[in-house]
């Protein structure tokens, strides 16, 4: 059900601090979903209501509680409103996202910024990695391009390729290398996961490829019916993209390279179709889970498994 775009604003509320309280209880009352890089209704309020009054993201109590013009208080109930009317994850509103420290344009081309890869670019890939060596990135499925920016920022001295099959989603990422300064470092490539890339070595490969079962795809909320397809459907067991990636990795990567993928909820399906590959589930501070991290070799042995059982064909 729609909710009513004019539905009043108690006259009491004069702050900041109001606004995100009152915009948590509709936001709750509405039932919306939450996953954008946020994951409750307090949060994503702030979120919007900060974006709104043009304020930092970690602004202060004292900014939360000053009291607001009545401009101000359109723009905020505005917003606020739209997010429930139109069912639009918050970075779509705001045409921005945050991921590893980071700041990126995003919109409907791409989907929002939110693996817990992140925290692995944060850290460098230690122990995984000997930062000195890193001197060409890939990344798979890039979208809006944050982790393939990410990672340059991460290894000052690398290379990165993003690729995409998308020529919309790379737009977004050229726009976000721009505005990183990162052209003479980074470069977008157009490619259907390895196709274009054909001659190149990296010594990190990394994706967040997409990996939604048939099954759920059909379940997903509103909010994530507005991102892309393309970046979401992994095929009937989600795993279409993820076993092209290891049939194929091996090829791409130098000696001392490693291939780190996000497959979400695929996890125990991929260990099930590949039991003798030696997958090294990661850990998060942050909580999340389902990347694994292989070695070159063990990409290797991997590819050999495939090809032989033509899991690669679809």
């Given amino acids: 059900m729609r909710q009513n775009k004019n539905a009043p604003v108690p006259s009491s509320l004069n702050k900041a601090r109001d606004f995100i309280l009152w915009g948590e209880r509709r936001f709750k009352a509405a039932k919306l979903a939450f996953g954008h890089g946020t994951d409750n209704a307090l949060d994503e309020a702030t979120w ?8 930092p993201p970690a602004a202060d109590g004292e900014l939360l509680n000053l009291a607001l013009t009545e401009t101000e208080k359109s723009a905020v109930t505005k917003l606020l ?3 429930i009317d139109e069912r639009k994850p918050a970075a779509y509103l705001t045409r921005t996202a945050w991921f590893a420290g980071l700041k990126f344009y995003v919109d409907e081309r791409v989907l929002v910024p939110r693996s817990p890869i992140a925290e692995l670019i944060e850290a460098r890939f230690a122990p995984w990695l000997d930062p000195e060596k890193v001197t060409r990135i890939l990344d798979i499925g890039a979208g809006s391009g944050c982790i393939g920016i990410a990672c340059a920022h991460a ?20 726009e976000n290398v721009r505005c990183h300064n990162l052209n003479t470092r980074v470069l977008v ?23 939604v079962d048939a099954t759920s795809m059909k379940k997903l909320p509103m909010e994530y019916r507005h991102e892309p397809v393309l970046g979401l459907a992994g095929g009937e067991d989600g795993l279409a993209i993820v076993l092209r990636i290891l049939r194929r990795a091996e090829e791409f990567l130098t000696a001392h390279g490693v291939l780190v993928v996000e497959v979400g909820e695929g996890a125990a399906r991929l260990s099930e179709k590949l039991p003798s590959t030696p997958f090294l589930w990661l ?26 059982r033509r899991l690669s064909i679809f």
Wanted: aromatic share 8%.
């Fill in 155 to 174: 290894f000052p001295q690398a290379h990165v390729d993003l690729s995409d099959l998308s020529a919309k989603a790379l737009e977004v990422a050229r």
């Fill in 81 to 83: 409103c739209k997010r």
């Fill in 283 to 308: 850990d998060f501070e942050r909580g999340d889970d389902g990347v694994f991290l292989l070695t070159a070799e063990q990409c290797r042995v991997a590819s050999r498994v495939i090809t032989s």
């Fill in 189 to 211: 490539v157009q490619s259907d996961v390895f196709d274009q890339l054909a001659g190149r070595r990296y010594d990190l490969i990394i994706s967040n490829p997409p990996y």
């Fill in 48 to 55: 919007l209501v900060l974006h709104a009054l043009d304020m």
